[in-house]
Every structure is written in C-alpha cells, then in structure tokens.
C-alpha cells in the first residue's frame, strides 16, 4: 500500500490531501478564496498566488495532522505542475519540491487535468480502462477517451470559451455575481427554457468541437433589449449549453471506438440538467455512467494524490528541476482546433 500528499493550486482553490493505494482518503484540506475574488467578479491571478503562498504550509501541516501521519509516513509528494495560473501553480510546485527534497520523498509532478480524468477511479474501484470522460470546468471543456495513466486521446474541445466560463459570463451579464454557475442554474429553475431563442454554436458541425462564445453574445444582447425577464434569458441559456453538450457528445460516442462507461468530471458536473443529460445518453448508448461526488469535481488535492498513487504505481516520478507548465495538453497530439491560439 502507498500514501501520496497531494497539493493543487492552481486556480482559486488552495488544498492538502494523504490518499492511500487503498482509496482511503485520510485527510482532505481545502481552502477556498471566493471572497477575495467576489469584488473583481472573477479570479485575479495575483490575488490568488499571494493567497496559496499564505495558505498552502499551514493547510499541509494540518493535513498531516488530521490524518496522524508525518512526511516520513508519505511514499511520494504529488504536486499539480500545470496547467493553471502560473503564480499558483508555482507555489504549489516549489511546496511539493521543497518538501520532497527535505523528506528525501520523490516528488510526482501532476497535471491537473489527469487529476481530474483519473477521479473517477478514487470513487469506482471498478471503473477499468478505457472510458470516455466529459471534462467540463471553468477553463476546460473537453472530451477524452481514457486509456491509461498519461495515455489520454482528446476528441474534442472548445475553439473559445469554457462551458463554465460561459455560465460564469451569463451570471455577470445578468448580475448574479461570481461564482456564477449555480447561481444560473438556481435562477434558471423560475424561467422558461423556451422562452428566449438562443443560438446553438457548433450543433451537428461536421468537426467534433464545442464554442460558447457566440451563446455568450447572444446572451448579451438579449439581456440588452430589455424584452427578456432574467430568468428566461438563465433557462434558456442552460437550456442551450445542455443542448451544445448533448449534440457534441453524442458525436463522439458515435464516431469512437466503444467504451463502456461515460465519466464526467470538473466544477459544471455539479449541474443538474447536465448531469441528467449525461445520464440520458449514457443509458441510450448502453454505457455505465459514473459522476464522481460534487466534492471531488471541483478542484481538490484528493484528486491530484490519486493520480499521485496512479503514477507511483505506474513507477512514474520527476526530477526536482521539472518547470511548471501554464498549458499542458492532456493529449499533446491532439490538433489544435480552429480559434484554439487563444483558449485551447
Ligand atoms: P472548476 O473549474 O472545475 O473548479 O469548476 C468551476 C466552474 O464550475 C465554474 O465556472 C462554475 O461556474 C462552474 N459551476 C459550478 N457549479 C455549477 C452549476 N451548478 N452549474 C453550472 N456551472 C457550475
Ligand atoms: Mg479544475
């Protein structure tokens, strides 16, 4: 059996975790920095680096000691290295290092995103490879078939926005304040799905990829012309992100090899009509579907240690110089889609 420390910081949430081998997860540390953010409406990346550097010793520490172990209980120190907010990611990655070098422990650099793809398997001890994995978060919307351990094939992503980004901009267009998912989804539960005609960017597009930015705009001026109540315009809008995934996801299944379970992972798995859509194709497409509890989709360092215990298992460790990456492609083959110069 082993023990990985995990640490993740590399958006607005700073966290400490001690996973075993054995799924058990003795300690699981999270501080959140909504309210330092609140005012400017989103997450400014300085605010959050200065934030994780006075957070993330104390949160370890505690971490370790709510689990009762030390560092020289820990086999490794997984770190998240990218990709993120550099300032962020940079301070979780030199922790991870300087603990590592005092503990004589390897150290794991984690991409954040296989924290993410890997979850899943924290919680299902039966979910094998290969599985299709809908990642959809505030920076990332993207499909992955799972194959292993630093083996993803990505089959779609987004030419612009993010899903969450999107539900994040809706709820500053309407003035529901950040952050704005379940804010849109709490109000969109009062309005009519129906009643605002809102474009569908991408749907039955030949190429296999998800955009948001033109249901944004559309969102704008709807809300611009004054002709539309707040609620329809959240209805009608989750209404056509539920319907973008959907379309988009349903290609993939149709034009992959099969797999038997459809995965979801990231902070929009917490919506409702998302979830149940999945579960819909899932069912439709004869695949299990496993959405890992809500706590573990967010960003947390549970699931930066499990991909800690994936890869230690797997032999896998780096070298103490290793660079934290701003952007770091799950599947580095993948082609860039079209737009993807800006957010890919
Ligand atoms: P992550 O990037 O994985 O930390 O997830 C955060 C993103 O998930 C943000 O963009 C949130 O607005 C979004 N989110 C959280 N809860 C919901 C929800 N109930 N509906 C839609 N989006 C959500
Ligand atoms: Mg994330």
Redesign the pocket.
């Known amino acids: 059996m082993s023990l990985i420390l995990g640490i993740e910081s590399s958006?607005?949430?700073t966290a400490a975790a001690l996973v075993t081998s054995d799924r058990e997860i003795l300690a699981h540390k999270l501080a959140g920095q909504e309210a330092e953010h609140a005012p400017y409406g989103g997450v400014v990346p300085e605010i959050a680096a200065r934030a994780h550097a006075e957070i993330l010793t104390p949160l370890i520490a505690e971490a370790l000691e709510e689990a009762g172990k030390s560092l020289d209980d820990v086999d490794a120190i997984a770190a998240t290295a990218g990709p993120g907010l550099i300032g962020g990611v940079m301070v979780g990655l030199v922790t991870g290092k300087a603990l590592a070098m005092a503990s004589g422990k390897p150290l794991i650099a984690v991409n954040h995103l296989e924290g993410?793809a890997l979850s899943p398997r924290l919680v299902n001890a039966d979910l094998a490879f290969p599985y299709l994995l809908m990642l959809?978060?505030?920076?990332?919307c993207q499909i992955l078939r799972v194959e292993g351990v630093g083996q993803y094939r990505r089959l779609a992503t987004t030419i612009d926005d993010?899903?969450?980004?999107?539900?994040?901009k809706t709820?500053k267009i309407l003035g529901l304040g950040?952050?704005?998912?379940?804010?849109?989804?709490?109000l969109a539960k009062k309005g009519d799905p129906k009643a605002v005609p809102l474009p569908r960017p991408l749907i039955k597009s030949a190429e296999p990829h998800f955009s948001f930015a033109g249901l944004k705009s559309a969102v704008v001026r709807a809300h611009q012309s004054g002709a539309h109540r707040p609620e329809d315009i959240a209805a009608s809008f989750?209404q056509a992100?539920v319907d973008c995934l959907r379309d988009r996801l349903e290609k993939a299944i149709a034009e992959q090899e099969r797999c038997a379970h459809l995965v979801v992972?990231?902070?929009?798995?917490?919506?409702?009509?998302?979830r149940t859509m999945l579960e819909e194709v899932a069912q439709e497409n004869d695949m299990a579907f496993t959405a890992p509890p809500?706590w573990l989709?967010?960003?947390n360092a549970a699931m930066i240690a499990w991909a800690g215990v994936e890869r230690f298992a797997a032999g896998l460790s780096d070298p103490l110089d290793f660079v934290a990456k701003p952007r770091w492609p799950l599947d580095p083959t993948a082609e860039k889609a079209r737009g993807a110069g800006v957010k890919a």
């Open positions: 958006c607005d949430e993410h959809v978060s505030g920076g990332h993010a899903a969450g980004e999107a539900f994040d709820a950040y952050p704005g998912g379940p804010r849109v989804e709490a989750q992100a992972a990231g902070g929009v798995a917490a919506n409702t009509p998302i809500q989709c967010t960003d």
